[in-house]
C-alpha cells in the first residue's frame, strides 16, 4: 500500500480521492520501474530516438540518470512514503559527488561518466524518424543548474531525517563552492542548448538555491560563519537575477538581454525564489500560461525565437504544463491549476504512462517514454492541489515545500 505523506497515508477527500488516486498511484510504479536497483540510479527514460516531432531529428537516448532530476525526485518519493527508493537514488547521486570533482549533468545507470553520443544510420527510425541515437552529447554540457539540483537534494533528504553526515556535508560544501564560482558565467542551461551558451535565467536561480540550501545546512551545523558568508552570496545572485532577468513588463525571461519567455521560469516560485505573492511571479506564471501554451499546454520555449542548434518543432513539455499546474496552485489559482491538472490526466496513455512531450493539437505523445521526468512533476502538482483543498477545509494544513 502506498502512504502518500499526508496524514494517515490515505488519499484525502475531494478531487484527489477519486482520479488522482490512480495516477499518483501508477506514477509511482513508474518511478520504481525505471529505478535500477543495484545502484539506485533513477532512469530518464526507458527508450531511445522516439521523436519529438514525426520525420523530425530532435531525437535523443535518454537511458541515463540526469543529477537536475535529484530533487524533484526526492521530494515525489519522500511525498508518497518511498522513503526506501528515495535514499537509494540520495546515495547514487551522493556517490557521483563524491567520486567525480565536478558533476556532470547524466551519468550511466552504473555512474558511467562516457556517454558519447554515436547516430546509427542503419535504422530507419520509429515512423522513418532518422537519427537514431547511441549516447547523448550533453553528457559534457556545462549546466549549472546541475549543481542546485544536487544541493537541494541533500536539503531535502537531510530534512526528512533531521541529520547531516559528515560525507554530504564534505560534498555540498564543495558544490556550494562551485555554483558561487561558476553563476556569473554563461552555461547551456535546464533544456541542454546546442547553440550557443547564454545566461539563462533559471541556472542563476539554480545556483540561488545551491547557496541558499547551503546557508540553512551551514546553520543546522552550527558553521554560522560560513552561512553568512553563503547568504551573501545567495543574496548577492538574487539581486543580479531580479535585476538582469526580468523584462520591462516584470516577467522573468530565458535568459539576459532577452524578452523570450522559457517555461523553466517556473523554477522562480516553486524552488523558493520568490514568495507566491510577488508581482514577478504572478505576473510571469500568467505570461507562461497565456502566451506559452498551445490548446493550455505549455511549450518550453518557441523553438523558432530560440538558439537551440536545432532544427524543426516540437511538442509540448509536458512536464513544464504540470509546473504550471504546481504555479498556479501557488499563486492562489486553484480552479484553473485543477482544470489544467485533470486535462493532463485525460491524456495519459492507455496504461496511464507519459512521454517526454504531447502534441497539444492531437494529444499524441511525443519523445522517449515513459518519461521519469513527467511523472515527477505529476506526482507534485497533484500534491500541490491536494494540499491546497486541505488547507482550504482545514487553514493552516500542510505546505508541499516550506
Given at each position: 500500500m502506498i502512504g502518500y505523506g499526508v496524514g494517515n497515508g490515505s488519499m484525502p477527500a475531494r478531487w484527489s480521492g477519486d482520479s488522482s488516486r490512480e495516477y499518483l498511484e501508477r506514477s509511482a510504479l513508474t518511478l520504481k520501474g525505471l529505478t535500477y536497483a543495484p545502484t539506485g540510479a533513477l532512469v530518464?527514460?526507458?527508450?531511445?530516438?522516439?521523436?519529438?516531432t514525426i520525420g523530425g531529428d530532435r531525437n535523443w537516448d535518454y537511458r541515463y540518470s540526469w543529477i537536475r532530476d535529484a530533487s524533484f525526485a526526492l521530494l515525489a518519493l519522500y511525498t508518497l512514503g518511498f522513503d526506501g527508493e528515495a535514499n537509494d537514488y540520495f546515495a547514487f547521486v551522493v556517490d557521483m559527488a563524491e567520486r567525480d570533482e565536478e558533476l556532470q549533468i547524466m551519468y550511466g545507470i552504473d555512474g558511467e561518466r562516457d556517454l558519447t553520443e554515436q547516430v546509427l544510420p542503419h535504422l530507419e527510425g520509429y515512423a522513418g524518424s532518422g537519427h537514431v541515437r547511441v549516447g547523448n552529447g550533453a553528457f559534457d554540457h556545462q549546466q549549472h543548474d546541475v549543481l542546485g539540483a544536487a544541493i537541494d537534494a541533500v536539503y531535502l533528504h537531510t530534512k526528512s531525517r533531521d541529520h547531516l553526515d559528515e560525507r554530504s556535508w564534505l560534498i555540498l560544501r564543495r558544490h556550494v563552492e562551485f555554483a558561487l564560482e561558476y553563476w556569473r558565467e554563461p552555461d547551456r542551461g535546464i533544456w541542454e542548448v546546442r547553440g550557443e551558451p547564454q545566461h539563462f535565467t533559471s541556472s542563476k536561480v539554480m545556483c540561488w538555491v545551491a547557496a541558499d540550501r547551503g546557508a540553512h545546512l551551514a546553520t543546522m551545523r552550527g558553521d554560522f560563519e560560513l552561512a553568512a558568508a553563503w547568504r551573501v552570496a545567495a543574496d548577492e545572485i538574487h539581486a543580479d537575477v531580479c535585476r538582469n532577468g526580468v523584462d520591462d513588463r516584470g516577467v522573468f525571461t530565458q535568459h539576459y538581454g532577452t524578452d523570450k519567455l522559457d517555461a523553466s521560469v517556473l523554477l522562480v516560485p516553486l524552488m523558493g525564489f520568490l514568495p507566491p505573492d510577488d508581482p514577478l511571479v504572478i505576473a510571469t506564471v500568467r505570461a507562461i500560461a497565456d502566451e506559452l501554451t498551445v490548446q493550455g499546454l505549455v511549450l518550453r520555449y518557441v523553438t523558432k525565437e530560440t538558439d537551440d542548434g536545432l532544427t524543426g518543432e516540437e511538442g509540448s513539455f509536458t512536464i513544464c504544463s504540470f509546473w504550471l499546474v504546481s504555479a498556479l496552485v501557488q499563486i492562489g489559482e486553484l480552479a484553473e491549476a485543477r482544470e489544467l491538472c485533470e486535462k493532463l490526466l485525460s491524456l495519459a496513455g492507455p496504461l496511464g504512462l507519459y512521454?517526454?512531450?504531447l502534441d497539444p493539437r492531437s494529444g499524441h505523445h511525443l519523445g522517449n517514454y515513459p518519461q521519469a521526468f513527467t511523472h515527477l512533476a505529476l506526482?507534485?502538482?497533484?500534491m500541490q492541489i491536494i494540499r491546497a483543498e486541505q488547507s482550504l477545509e482545514h487553514p493552516g494544513g500542510?505546505?508541499?515545500?516550506?
Open positions: 530518464a527514460a526507458a527508450t531511445t530516438s522516439l521523436p519529438e512521454a517526454e512531450e506526482i507534485n502538482a497533484a500542510l505546505r508541499l515545500r516550506e
